[in-house]
C-alpha cells in the first residue's frame, strides 16, 4: 500500500535528520559505508623522489644549496672547525671528529655567497677579525663565498664580506685576516678540506636553488608534466577512490607568495579537483609543508633542517588561515572530502599542546565552511602515544586519526626476512591499529605505507604477499588508507609502476 503524503513527509524528514545526525556523527551506518582506497600525489610539493631527477640538473653550483651539511677540516691544524659549545661563542679549529658541533649548514643567498648556521642555530659572522657564532638573526650575520680548489672540489677556501679568507690561524683561534693567498698547500691555513655530511632536496631547496628568475619557469613545467589528467584516470581505474594530495602553506597567498616560492601550485590542485570530479575521485587535502616546519624534513620544505613550527602562536594561525583558504575554496566540490591539518608533526619539537590548539582552531576553520568534511588529526612521529589526540578528537564529529606505517624506516626491520615482515603486518601493525580503533571515537586512517622494505633479493611473490598483507590489514582502518606515492623515482614506491608490472592488486 501506497504511504499517503504526509506520512511520507514526515518519513522524509525522519529519515533526512537521522541521516544528518549519523552523518555529524563518528561513525557511519553500515550501508553508507565508503573507506578511501587513495593514493599519495607526491609531486605537488616538489621533494627528492617525488619529481623528475632531471628537474636539479640545471641548478648552478647544486652542491651548495639551502641545507647542506659541511664539514671542514683545516689542512694545517689537521682538525674540524666546530662552534665551541655548539653556537653562542667562538668557532675554533681543535676537533678530532666531526658531528653535530662542527657541522655548518648553508643558507644560500645566490649560487656562490652563503650564510652558515651551526648547531645551536646561530649563524657565524664575525667579531673584529675573529670568527665567532652569537648572533640568532640572519641578517645580522656574515655572508661568505666558497672558493673551490678548481681541479679538487673538496680542497676549499672561505671568503668573509670584509674581502679577507678565514684561516685557523691556530687550533683555538679562527680569523678572517688573509687577504694575498697563492696555491693549495697542507701548510696553508687558509685551506680546509670540505665534506657534504647531508643535503636537502625539497621544494624550498629547488626554488631557491633556481632563483627568481628561473624557478617559476621550472615550476610550471613540473606541474605541467609530472602529473596530469591522465594519472587521475589511471587513478579511477584500478581500484582507488581517492588521493591525498600534499601541498605547502605558501599556496594560500598564491600567485604571489613569499620568496623562494613561486606562483602556480594553486592552479595545479584546482586543475586537480577538476579532473578527480571527472573521474569521480575524492581529495583529501594535506598540508604536508607548514611554515617553520613542523617536522624539519625536506618534504616539509625546512630550509636548513630546523623545525620552528608551533613555537609561536603566529606560526599556528598563519597554518588556520591556510585551512580556512583552502576549505573556503573547495568546500562546494563533490570531490572535496577531507583535510588533514598537519602531516608527521615530530615529537618532542611539536608538542600534544601546540598541537590540540591548532587542531582545534583548524577543526573549527574547516567546520566553518564544510558541516561534512573529515578532518584529519595526525599522530606524531617520534616518542609519542598511540592516542595521546583521543581526548581532543573524541569530542570532534568527523574526526580522523592519521597512522603512517612503513615496515623501512626503523632499525627493528633490518634483518627482517620477508616472511617476518610480512607476519609483522599481520600481527603487530594490526594490533597497533586496532588500538586506536574505537566504536564511537575518532576514525582511522594509514594515510601513508609502502609496498618496500629492507629485505635484499625479494621475489615478486614476496611483494605481491607483503603488499595484500598490507592491503588486507590497512584495509580494516576505518577511514581507509593511502598508498605513499603514484609516481616516485624508486620502483616500489611509485604506485603506478606497482600496478602495471603486477605487484600489487587492489
Ligand atoms: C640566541 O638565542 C638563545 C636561545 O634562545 C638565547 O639564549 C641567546 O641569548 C640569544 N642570543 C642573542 C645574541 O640574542
Ligand atoms: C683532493 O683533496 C683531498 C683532501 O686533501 C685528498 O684526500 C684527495 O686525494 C684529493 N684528490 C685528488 C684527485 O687530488
Ligand atoms: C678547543 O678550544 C676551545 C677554546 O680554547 C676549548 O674550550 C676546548 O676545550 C678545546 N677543545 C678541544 C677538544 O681541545
Ligand atoms: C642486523 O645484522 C647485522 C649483522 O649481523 C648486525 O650487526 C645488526 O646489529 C643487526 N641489526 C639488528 C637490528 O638486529
Ligand atoms: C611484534 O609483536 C610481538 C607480540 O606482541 C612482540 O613480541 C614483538 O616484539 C613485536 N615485534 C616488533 C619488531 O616490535
Ligand atoms: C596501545 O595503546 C596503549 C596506550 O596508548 C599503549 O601504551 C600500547 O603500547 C599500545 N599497544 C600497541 C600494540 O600499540
Ligand atoms: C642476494 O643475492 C646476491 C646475488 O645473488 C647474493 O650475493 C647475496 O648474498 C644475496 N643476499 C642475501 C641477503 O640473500
Not at 594509514?446 to 615478486?460: C, F, L, M, Q, S
Not at 614476496?462 to 598483507?469: G, I, L, P
Amino acid at each position: 500500500m501506497m504511504m499517503n503524503c504526509v506520512n511520507l513527509k514526515i518519513w522524509l524528514l525522519n529519515f533526512v535528520t537521522l541521516f544528518s545526525i549519523l552523518s555529524l556523527s563518528h561513525g557511519r551506518p553500515k550501508h553508507l559505508e565508503f573507506r578511501v582506497r587513495a593514493v599519495n600525489l607526491g609531486g605537488w610539493l616538489v621533494t627528492e623522489g617525488w619529481m623528475k631527477p632531471s628537474l636539479f640538473d640545471e641548478i648552478s653550483n647544486k652542491d651548495f644549496l639551502d641545507g647542506t651539511a659541511l664539514q671542514l677540516k683545516s689542512v694545517t691544524t689537521g682538525k674540524y672547525l666546530c662552534a665551541e659549545s655548539g653556537g653562542g661563542s667562538i668557532i675554533v679549529a681543535n676537533r678530532t671528529a666531526a658531528s653535530g658541533w662542527e657541522t655548518f649548514r648553508l643558507w644560500r643567498i645566490n649560487e656562490d655567497t652563503f650564510r652558515f648556521r651551526v648547531f645551536n642555530k646561530q649563524f657565524v659572522g664575525l667579531d673584529g677579525v675573529n670568527v665567532v657564532a652569537v648572533s640568532n638573526i640572519s641578517t645580522d650575520s656574515e655572508t661568505f663565498h666558497i672558493v673551490k680548489e678548481s681541479d679538487n672540489s673538496s680542497r676549499v677556501r672561505i671568503k668573509a664580506s670584509n674581502g679577507h679568507f678565514l684561516q685557523a690561524k691556530t687550533e683555538e683561534l679562527v680569523s678572517a685576516d688573509v687577504s694575498g693567498v697563492s696555491g693549495w698547500g697542507n701548510d696553508d691555513p687558509t685551506v680546509f678540506v670540505m665534506t657534504i655530511a647531508a643535503r636537502l632536496q625539497g621544494e624550498f631547496q629547488v626554488t631557491n636553488g633556481y632563483g627568481p628568475t628561473k624557478a617559476p619557469q621550472v615550476m610550471k613545467e613540473h606541474w605541467s608534466s609530472f602529473i596530469v589528467e591522465n594519472d587521475f584516470k589511471l587513478i579511477g581505474s584500478n581500484g582507488l577512490n581517492a588521493a591525498r594530495i600534499p601541498v605547502g602553506w605558501w599556496i594560500a597567498s598564491d600567485p604571489t607568495p613569499p620568496s623562494p616560492y613561486v606562483g602556480g601550485s594553486l592552479h595545479a590542485l584546482d586543475n586537480a579537483f577538476f579532473w578527480a570530479q571527472k573521474y569521480g575521485l575524492k581529495i583529501i587535502i594535506d598540508i604536508h609543508a607548514a611554515p617553520g616546519s613542523q617536522n624539519g624534513f625536506q618534504h616539509s620544505a625546512s630550509r636548513d633542517g630546523s623545525q620552528e613550527w608551533g613555537k609561536t602562536d603566529e606560526s599556528i594561525h598563519q597554518t588556520v588561515r591556510v585551512i580556512d583558504f583552502l576549505t573556503a575554496r573547495y568546500a562546494k566540490s563533490p570531490s572535496f572530502y577531507a583535510v588533514e591539518l598537519l602531516n608527521e608533526p615530530l615529537a618532542p619539537g611539536v608538542t600534544v599542546e601546540m598541537l590540540n590548539k591548532y587542531f582545534k582552531l583548524g577543526y573549527e576553520a574547516v567546520r566553518k565552511h564544510s558541516l561534512t568534511a573529515y578532518v584529519v588529526l595526525s599522530n606524531r612521529l617520534g616518542p609519542s602515544q598511540p592516542k595521546e589526540l583521543f581526548p581532543l578528537a573524541n569530542g570532534l564529529a568527523r574526526s580522523v586519526i592519521d597512522v603512517h606505517y612503513y615496515n623501512i624506516f626503523d632499525d627493528v626491520f633490518e634483518n627482517m626476512t620477508a616472511q617476518q615482515n610480512i607476519d609483522f603486518i599481520y600481527n603487530n601493525r594490526s594490533s597497533q591499529l586496532n588500538n586506536i580503533t574505537t566504536s564511537n571515537g575518532p576514525l582511522t586512517f594509514v594515510g601513508e605505507w609502502v609496498a618496500d622494505w629492507r629485505v635484499k633479493n625479494a621475489t615478486k611473490e614476496d611483494f605481491q604477499r607483503f603488499s595484500k598483507a598490507q592491503l588486507d590489514v590497512f584495509g580494516r582502518a576505518t577511514f581507509g588508507w593511502a598508498y605513499w606515492a603514484l609516481k616516485n623515482a624508486n620502483k616500489y614506491w611509485n604506485l603506478e609502476w606497482m600496478i602495471k608490472n603486477g605487484y600489487i592488486k587492489i
